[in-house]
């Protein structure tokens, strides 16, 4: 039996040495790149041991898990992240426990996202999801109605837009996620220009265990990592 802790901290180790090499690759230092380490497969025990080796941005893809395991670890330092689909009428009781949500998928859901938080009286940092590779079961906007959002966007007060955020194709390997990425790049570039005041585009969360070492190298500020660090434990 392998031990948790040490395997954990082996794999974290090595996934920051990728990233810390990808980083090089593209001319920028690794501390510009946030690691978010997915969650959803794992139980308590690997969390605990995560968070312990220093890994301390965890991200959920579903509300309800989100949640449970945000409760069941309250005493520990950590920074959620919603990575995942995120309905209206879930909103309210995420918006508390969570860092940033990464996926706000349409203008409606950014609507409910302000509303919530005025009520709350908290300001909650959030990506837009943008469907990148144009494939009809991902969520997201259309890369051509991001710009056209961008003044409704603008007039949130308790939203704030921090960046974009997308997944690669599921087909295609390395070379189609390089390009999914490298047009989610470009059109935030693009978009940085005409930004209204509110509105900050400073951040590319893109990337997973199997092609984030190509997100980096054309742009990534975030990658989403899980599998690559919970390698090697027993199921």
């Given at each position: 039996m392998p031990d948790l802790h040490?395997?954990?901290?082996?794999?974290?180790?090595?996934?920051?040495?990728?990233?810390?090499?990808?980083?090089?690759?593209?001319?920028?230092?690794?501390?510009?790149i946030a690691l978010v380490a997915v969650t959803k497969f794992v139980g308590d025990a690997e969390i605990r041991a995560l968070v312990e080796a220093g890994c301390t941005s965890l991200g959920e893809s579903r509300p309800q898990h989100l949640w449970e395991k945000a409760e069941r670890l309250a005493g520990l330092p950590i920074r959620w992240h919603l990575i995942g689909p995120l309905q209206r009428n879930k909103v309210r009781r995420t918006l508390p426990l969570v860092a940033m949500v990464q996926s706000a998928d349409s203008l409606e859901l950014v609507a409910a996202i302000e509303r919530h938080a005025a009520e709350l009286g908290v300001r909650i940092p959030v990506l837009l999801e943008v469907n990148a590779s144009g494939e009809d079961a991902k969520?997201?906007?259309?890369?051509d109605l991001v710009k056209p959002a961008l003044p409704e966007l603008a007039r949130c007060e308790h939203v704030e837009i921090r960046g974009l955020m997308c997944m690669a194709s599921l087909e295609g390997g390395l070379d189609r996620a390089r390009r999914d990425f490298s047009a989610l790049r470009e059109l935030r570039d693009q978009l940085r220009g005409e930004c209204p005041d509110r509105i900050r585009l400073d951040e590319l969360s893109m990337g997973m265990s199997g092609d984030f070492e190509v997100a980096i190298e054309v742009g990534a500020t975030m990658v989403r990592i899980g599998t690559a660090l919970f390698e090697g434990l027993a199921g």
């Open positions: 040490q395997t954990i901290r082996t794999n974290l180790a090595e996934v920051r040495g990728r990233i810390a090499d990808a980083a090089r690759r593209s001319g920028r230092d690794a501390d510009a969520h997201g906007f259309a890369p």
